[in-house]
């Protein structure tokens, strides 16, 4: 369980701050009696009301997904989503630690890369995971306990008060513009990663795999102009030298997952030479944001 004085959280119902409750299972209660208690795996589920229209990743997806991350094939890349991030906290401290709010957290890997490397420069974050996926918090809670893992929908109001967070990354994941810039402090970040045109090509139509959107970067940008300024963009390209059994996890890990033929894509698989090389392409977007709107109390 994260520690007493982790990020500041608010009721996902009242929208009222919620404090921890001591015991060996701590529980979150806000003023009014609202209680979450966490699940035996570490994380709480914030879904309430009519809960989400969107599909959360499987326990098979996730599955693949933590065994090709944690493997290190997308290593490089959870360096350059902490190299992004950690100029926001340049003036936190041990004593006085920043805020970082990884938002579709999935199994957690990039977000332990960049509390790792935090330590190692002397500081420390408190962190929030969010995911949609109770399999993918289950995996997160255990890698990164020191963070609060929260099951919720990063389309419905953030349980975050108003500018208390200093990185908001996201990576492959929903951006909620206007709830982004909520959180963030001024001078924050927002760091995006997407994929770039050619992204695992060399595998995608065998693999099932959905294709890049030509016009992605355009309606990044559109969908978070109104809130953000483009501080910078950098590409990073990741030769990928995989077995058929990581091509496999590598599709299923994805949106693809949802709707592959796990018998074809087996059958796939086992018809692939002994290594594919294939190349990861990401693009890695930081933004600041705009406007910002006075602290909750």
Known sequence: MPPASSASLLCPVCRDRLHFRGGTRRTLVCPAGHSFDPARQGYFNFLVGKGTVFEADSADMVAARFDFLSAGHYRPLADAVADAALPAFAGSTPATPGTVLDAGTGTGHYLRVLLDRLTAAGTRAEAVGL??????????????????????????????????????????????????????????????????????????????????????????????????????????????????????????????????????????????????????????SVFEPLHHHGPVT
Do not use: C, Y
Not at 136 to 147: H, M, Q, W
Not at 148 to 161: G, K, Y
Not at 191 to 210: K, Y
């Open 131 to 284: 995911d949609i996926s109770k399999f993918a918090l289950r995996r997160a809670a255990r890698l990164n306990p020191e963070a609060v893992n929260i099951v919720a929908d990063v389309w419905q109001p953030l349980p975050v008060p108003d500018g208390v967070v200093d990185v908001v990354t996201v990576v492959f994941a929903p951006r909620n513009a206007a709830e982004f810039a909520r959180v963030l402090r001024p001078g924050g970040r927002l760091v995006v990663v997407t994929p770039r045109p050619g992204h695992l090509g060399e595998i995608a139509g065998e693999a099932g795999l959905l294709g890049i959107d030509p016009a992605k970067d355009q309606r990044l940008a559109a969908s978070l102009g109104h809130s953000f300024s483009a501080l910078s963009a950098t590409d990073l390209d990741v030769p990928l030298a995989l077995q058929p059994a990581d091509v496999g996890r590598l599709a299923l890990m994805g949106p693809a997952g949802h709707h592959l033929d796990r018998g074809a894509l087996a059958a796939m698989t086992a018809g692939l030479p002994p290594v594919t090389d294939v190349s990861a392409r990401f693009r890695i």
